[in-house]
């Protein structure tokens, strides 16, 4: 027994060490603490101490198992739990905290101090939005914003009680940009509304109790209505597929993402998680489309199945405008050429949740416009002005240093302050509804290969300038378009 009890208390600190059993890590974000350096300083003034004890917290032995451990106890015999962004509705539904935010009214005050300052930032940002539609319809391509279900609107009476959450005074996002962008002319397509009035008219689940997304195979009958959507608003013809039988398996985890962060042993609730693959109908005569999307994690749902049947020529993704995903190239959405991507794209898709239409705008929207219509990549031009500039360089090193940030960091965030004024200024410039007429010097003169066509034939044209960029990547913008036009001429 001596042994034993030896052992087991001992039995940690050697996993610790050695790390000899390789066990799966907690579902969550967790950052990375370095082992603490003892110096004197540090020690005298108990900051080693308190780094240790972060430390040995985060790497203790078998930390991947005995939390889950505790946290099973807490929730069987206390209904507890250690996430303080999810929290427990009736019936077991779980919702994150923001969307109690959005659905009680506080979420604006997150961003703002007033409904009525909440309001001039949605009318800012549906404007620029209705921009970007419009001058990207002078190269061919096709915008439309989507607005993603939320859980807390489409199954409100599970909702926890709102005395802790509700702020009166705020405005909701969906319903405010709903609104606008339908007296504007944006196209959008407002999947919220659909999902309500799916609600008790279909036989699969639109959202799983332990899940913050719609369910993966809402998300894959919807890919239906996204398609046709595009083919409404592009007039092209996509190709069309079919739904297979349901199946059921094991689930994925985004159908019980917020239940993972609890990190138990067992699930919550035992259901039958259904899910549906699609098979693509041949069609030689549909066209095969760039795809771009810039959004959030509902993306990866509705648009898997899309992919693998290979529906469209290419899908990259923007996740929050910063990550590039399914395109060969630069990981970083930053250091791309966003005047480029989006010449080369035939649709570009704004898809948001409601929670994170707040923040429309995410550092993308606004660079955009200023980029097609005054100066090539309109954010990196004044990252470099600034890299430069030896006193504002200077300045920044020193707001850095206070700030405890990198000079990089610094730099990237005045640059998005700076874009932030110059897109009031333009707004300030132009009436409502009256788009910018200025245009970047490189493409300026490429709408005229654009006039008069087709639909179609403006996606031939866009098909054969990827195809002719790709081997002839020394040319300019203008000279591919121009290639592109004369050969489509010359096989008409």
């Not at 100066?375 to 920044?396: A, K, P, T």
């Not at 940030?405 to 640059?415: G, H, R, S």
């Amino acid at each position: 027994m001596f042994v034993l009890v030896i052992a087991i208390l001992t039995l940690p600190t050697f996993q610790q060490l050695t790390r000899v059993f390789d066990l799966k890590g907690l579902n969550g974000f967790n950052d990375p603490v370095e082992v603490p350096k003892l110096t004197y300083e540090n020690y005298v003034t108990g900051k080693f101490q308190s780094q240790v004890d972060e430390y040995l917290n985060m790497n203790f032995g078998f930390r991947e198992r005995l939390i889950p451990l505790y946290n099973q106890y807490a929730w069987d015999f206390y209904k507890k739990t250690e996430n303080n962004g999810v929290f427990f509705g009736k019936d077991n539904w779980l919702y994150f905290y923001e969307m109690l935010q959005d659905q009680y009214e506080s979420l604006t005050y997150k961003y703002c101090s007033s409904g009525e300052e909440m309001a001039q930032t949605f009318e800012r940002d549906a404007r620029m939005v209705y921009y970007l539609q419009e001058i990207l319809k002078e190269y061919g391509t096709t915008l439309f914003v989507c607005i993603a279900p939320s859980k807390n609107e489409v199954f409100p009476e599970f909702l926890p009680e709102n005395d802790r959450f509700n702020h009166e005074g705020g405005v909701h996002a969906d319903e405010f940009y709903v609104k606008r962008f339908t007296e504007l002319g944006v196209n959008f397509l407002d999947l919220n509304t659909y999902y309500k009035s799916l609600k008790g008219h279909v036989d699969y689940p639109l959202f799983y109790k332990a899940g913050s997304h719609y369910s993966h195979i809402a998300a894959t009958y919807t890919s239906d209505t996204l398609v046709k959507y595009m083919e409404a608003v592009s007039g092209l013809d996509i190709k069309d597929f079919s739904f297979d039988e349901p199946y059921v398996t094991t689930p994925q985890n985004i159908d019980r993402d917020m239940e993972n962060l609890y990190n138990l042993m067992r699930p919550i609730e035992r259901v039958d998680y259904q899910y549906v693959n699609i098979t693509p109908i041949p069609d030689s005569t549909s066209a095969k489309l760039r795809w771009l999307t810039i959004g959030d994690s509902f993306y990866w749902n509705i648009a898997e199945k899309i992919r693998d049947a290979g529906l469209f020529e290419s899908t990259p993704f923007w996740y929050y405008a910063k990550e590039v995903y399914f395109d060969p190239g630069i990981f970083n959405a930053y250091e791309r050429n966003v005047v480029d991507e989006l010449l080369e794209a035939d649709i570009v898709t704004i898809l948001w949740c409601p929670i994170n239409l707040y923040a429309l705008e995410h550092n993308f929207i606004y660079n955009a416009v200023l980029s097609l219509c005054q100066v090539e990549n309109y954010r990196n031009n004044l990252i470099d002005v600034i890299h430069n500039s030896e006193g504002w360089y200077n300045d920044e090193i020193e707001k850095a240093a206070q700030r405890n940030i990198t000079v990089e960091e610094m730099i990237k965030t005045d640059a998005d302050y700076m874009i932030n004024q110059h897109t009031q200024t333009l707004l300030n410039d132009h009436a409502e509804k009256e788009v910018p007429s200025e245009r970047n010097p490189r493409i300026s003169s490429i709408s005229k290969y654009f006039d008069g066509k087709t639909a179609y034939e403006k996606y031939l044209l866009k098909r054969k300038y990827r195809e002719l960029k790709k081997t002839n990547g020394d040319k300019t913008t203008e000279e591919l378009f121009e290639e592109a036009s004369k050969s489509l001429m010359a096989n008409a």
